[in-house]
């Protein structure tokens, strides 16, 4: 083992996705001299824009799609020029109902037109009411945890003890979401719309609390839990974080994996696979923790597998809807597709044990009809779909058949809203291929390094302390020089900058300079 006695940098942040470039930034406007090296050739992690269909110049944001976790302190105090964009439906999701097409429309200011359509899908008001009341309360929770996100981790009964609604605080962090929402909601299709955001990107019933962090995160981002579009697409924020960055002085090497580390708690050596050696006093490993363990020779975290499949389209229009609604109002919000609340379970249960289910519960938005700047002057649109309970076991075997099946059961469950199949608002290339690209967990743990697919690196986690690490950032490992500054972090996951902005913090606490 070598230990360096003049290191090359004072920290050096592993993983240029868009937590590894807050942690550098805010460290270099600190004064640390620092370096972010990431194993791709271009930076951006799960945060980046693409264009996917080489014949067509529209930059899709490939992985993640929509921000609401990315505080605006980080924003601010970075100086980032980056914008986003309010839909103006929450979501739509369509349903078949005696055989007749409606819809349960949810707007983002919820108005009469919200209102009639709970009323003609459950047939009365109660559930309307509901709605508002939850979320609501919810927007007085999100009011008061936001900002501890960005603060070492309070004590779970201080915080528990400072919230005025004892009652929801009860319903959201100490019984299943998938109790609280069957006592709140009579409709199943309803239940389900409050359902998807407990398991976006997180294998679980709803009856396990990892549903109830997922869900917690999803209604907590900024303060208002709203989420909205990247303006420009995601790969905007990280051209933006890139140009901080730089301004701050920030070396970003690019192309180079970090394949061995070494050193004691003053230094640490870290290795290129192809030879190379940089030392620094400190490291952040904005990459997933497990690879870190595997690094340090220490025991690797169980973790669930990453269970959803994503796809990018380019439409030349947008599909009519069976219920006759206008598809600006439907698409330019998120598009429920078979994912009521018994869905949603029927479809865990099925894939958790070993079979891909036939009704696969999915979402689809439309980045452009908000944001048409990515598509350029094309006049076509984009689709944005994220499919659910699609684990990376069911694709270990025959990868590319399952793919296939899975896609075409996918498509099948759209299809059954739209006047014509979704293969006619396709937009084809040249050579007569639609316009549509599909990522299973197994190729986002190729093309990203996303451990079996997880999109959040792992498990979320509670945002405060539940037991002796009341005070800490949540950063911290059991080596002094070494904070985990990625979405695997404590308050990692998600678009959120969250992990890079307390690594840097605990790591400025120690005071090493
Ligand atoms: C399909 C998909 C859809 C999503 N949708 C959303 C969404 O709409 N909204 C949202 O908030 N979140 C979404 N997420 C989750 C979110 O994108 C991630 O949780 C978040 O981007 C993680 O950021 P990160 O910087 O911590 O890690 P990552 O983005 O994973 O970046 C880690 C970086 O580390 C690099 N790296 C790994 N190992 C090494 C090594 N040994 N040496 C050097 N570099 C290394 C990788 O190449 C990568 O660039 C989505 C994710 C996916 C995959």
């Not at 271009?42 to 929509?66: H, M």
């Not at 309970?389 to 059961?409: D, G, I, S, V």
């Not at 759209?414 to 014509?420: T, V």
Request: net charge negative; proline share 4%.
């Amino acid at each position: 083992m070598s230990v360096v006695s003049s290191p090359d940098y004072d920290v050096i942040v592993v993983g240029g996705g868009h937590n590894g470039l807050v942690a550098a930034t805010y460290l270099a406007k600190a004064g640390r001299k620092v370096a972010l090296i990431e194993a791709r050739p271009s930076l951006g992690g799960s945060s980046i824009s693409y264009q996917a269909f080489p014949e067509y110049p529209v930059q899709l944001s490939r992985y993640s799609y929509l921000v609401s976790l990315f505080p605006d302190d980080i924003k601010n105090e970075l100086g980032l020029n980056f914008r986003t964009l309010s839909r103006k439906v929450s979501s739509y999701t369509p349903v078949n109902q005696d055989s007749e097409n409606l819809g349960l429309l949810v707007e983002r200011n919820l108005g009469p037109a919200t209102e009639e359509s709970f009323r003609k899908i459950t047939g009365s008001k109660s559930d309307f009411l509901a709605w508002q009341d939850f979320y609501s309360r919810i927007e007085r929770l999100a009011r008061y945890l936001a900002p501890s996100l960005l603060k070492p981790l309070e004590n779970i009964e201080a915080l528990k003890a400072g919230f005025d609604d004892q009652q929801l605080w009860h319903e959201l962090f100490e019984q299943p979401i998938g109790v609280t929402v069957s006592q709140r909601f009579q409709d199943d299709v309803v239940r389900g719309v409050v359902l998807t955001d407990a398991l976006v990107g997180t294998f679980s019933s709803v009856d396990d609390f990892q549903a109830n962090i997922c869900f917690l995160y999803h209604v907590i981002g900024n303060g208002s839990g709203e989420w909205r579009v990247p303006a420009g697409g995601m790969g905007a924020l990280v051209s933006e974080l890139e140009r901080a960055a730089r301004k701050h002085g920030v070396q970003i090497i690019v192309d180079e994996r970090i394949d061995a580390i070494n050193g004691d708690s003053k230094s640490l050596d870290v290795q290129t696979s192809d030879g190379r050696t940089y030392s620094c006093r400190d490291l952040v490993w904005s990459a997933d923790d497990r690879a870190l363990a595997r690094l340090l020779s220490e025991s690797v975290p169980e973790r669930r597998d990453g269970s959803q499949i994503k796809m990018n389209m380019l439409l030349k229009e947008l599909p009519k809807l069976k219920s006759g609604i206008d598809p600006r109002t439907a698409f330019v919000g998120t598009f429920h597709i078979d994912e009521s609340a018994i869905q949603l379970e029927s479809a865990y249960r099925l894939s958790a044990a070993g079979s891909l289910p036939q009704v696969i519960p999915s979402e689809v938005y439309c980045h452009s009809l908000t944001d048409p700047s990515i598509v350029g002057d094309s006049g076509l649109h984009t689709l944005t779909l994220f499919a659910f309970h699609t684990p990376a076991t069911l694709f270990e075997n025959n990868r590319q058949l399952n793919t296939a099946k899975a896609t075409e059961r996918i498509i099948a469950g759209i299809n059954c809203y739209l006047e014509e199949p979704l293969e006619e608002s396709l937009a084809y290339d040249s050579h007569g291929r639609a316009c549509l690209e599909v990522k299973n967990p197994l190729d986002l743990e190729d093309e990203l390094d996303l451990p079996r697919g997880n999109i959040f690196h792992g498990d979320l986690t509670m945002p405060f302390a539940e037991t002796d690490d009341t005070g800490k950032w949540g950063s911290e490992t059991s080596h002094g020089n070494i904070f985990l500054g990625g979405a695997s972090a404590r308050r990692g996951g998600g678009v959120s900058g969250i992990a890079g902005h307390n690594a840097a913090f605990a790591l400025m606490a120690k005071g090493n300079l």
